[in-house]
């Protein structure tokens, strides 16, 4: 199989800045070339998102998705993205923001090629959007924020690309001007009309929406929790299966894309950070009931747990100072 992309398409050199082995085997500045080299089976593979999977595959699995339904999803959403023309752009912004009313990532709750190429494909899109229209979409643009904040700023700045402001607070409405000497005067004794239009305002007022839930951090259940057991995933190199002792009846199976950051001998018998409120996820056949809390560092290469302090005990809350008294939700 041979694979062949412009070098100048942003949502691979994304990709392939994400991912750094992949950047290893295949030099960003000539990946058209690189690429026109590549050979598997006598088969030929052209555009990005074949030339994606195909990365993926080689170099990191999960971002294609963990399940068989998952990895449908990615390419439907992966041929989604490739449309070029401005109103596709605008259909699949407005698809985007209606399917994440509910959702942060694409796919699952995990970061995909689904959202790695879409963030890149529509990238231009936003970048010309007015504020008014990026608060109208304010899932798609809370989606957009979030994985330019998710991939490492080298990534971004060898893609091409530049964080974009986010500001989702409502624009100030334009003011109108009124020419000079053109103003509405009221006849002696009568009632200004601006007025009267603004008493018929409010008696039409309806009743206050209900203000919007603020988010805040203890929305998220962190606990201590303590790994018991960690095996190598049966059906997937890049996943860890642990056991692990949060407090509670019976320990929590979680599943972590963990084997090429961290050494199983250092997943053994330690403490680490969950985050307990998520949706159980299957993950290549193996149910997640938690995620273990990580660092990343800005390149990308390094991925580090974030530690509780020393004497802390599985269940013990971790909490945010100035949230300690709040609950978290269900």
């Not at 390419?75 to 023309?85: F, I």
């Not at 599943?255 to 403490?271: C, H, K, T, Y």
């Not at 020393?310 to 909490?319: E, T």
Request: hydrophobic share 40%; net charge negative; charged share 25%.
């Amino acid at each position: 199989m041979s694979a062949s992309i412009s070098s100048n398409d942003p949502a691979l050199k994304l990709l392939l800045a994400f991912i750094p082995e992949a950047e290893q085997a295949l030099s960003i500045d000539s990946v058209a070339d690189r690429l026109s080299q590549l050979s598997l089976n006598g088969y030929r593979v052209e555009g990005t998102n074949a030339v994606a999977q195909l990365l993926a595959a080689t170099y990191n699995e999960a971002l294609a998705g963990t399940t068989d339904a998952d990895q449908a999803e990615v390419s439907q959403w992966m041929t989604m993205s490739a449309r070029n023309g401005p109103p596709e752009r605008q259909a699949f912004a407005q698809t985007i923001n209606d399917h994440l009313a509910d959702k942060t990532y694409l796919v699952s709750n995990y970061l995909t090629l689904a959202d790695l190429l879409a963030f890149g494909n529509i990238y231009a899109f936003m970048e010309s959007l007015s504020a008014q229209k990026r608060f109208n979409w304010s899932g798609f643009s809370r989606w957009f924020d979030l994985i330019q904040h998710t991939v490492p700023a080298g990534a971004l700045a060898k893609a091409g690309l530049k964080l974009i402001e986010i500001d989702l607070n409502a624009p100030a409405p334009a003011k109108k001007q009124v020419a000079a000497g053109k103003a509405d005067k009221p006849a002696s004794g009568a009632e200004p009309k601006a007025a009267k239009q603004d008493k018929k305002k409010e008696a039409k007022q309806p009743a206050a929406a209900k203000e919007e839930a603020k988010i805040i951090p203890s929305m998220i259940d962190l606990r201590v929790g303590h790994i018991l057991d960690v095996q190598k995933h049966p059906d997937a190199d890049s996943l860890y299966v642990e056991q692990i002792d949060a407090g509670e009846a019976e320990p929590r199976t979680v599943v972590s894309g963990l084997v090429r950051f961290i050494p199983i001998e250092q997943m053994q018998n330690r403490d680490v950070v969950l985050v307990c409120n998520l949706k159980p996820a299957a993950m290549r056949g193996v149910k997640s009931f938690a995620m273990v809390l990580c660092a990343t560092s800005p390149d990308g290469n390094t991925v580090e747990f974030v530690e509780p302090p020393k004497g802390s005990k599985p269940g013990d809350r971790v909490y945010f100072e100035g949230y300690e008294d709040n609950t978290p939700e269900e």
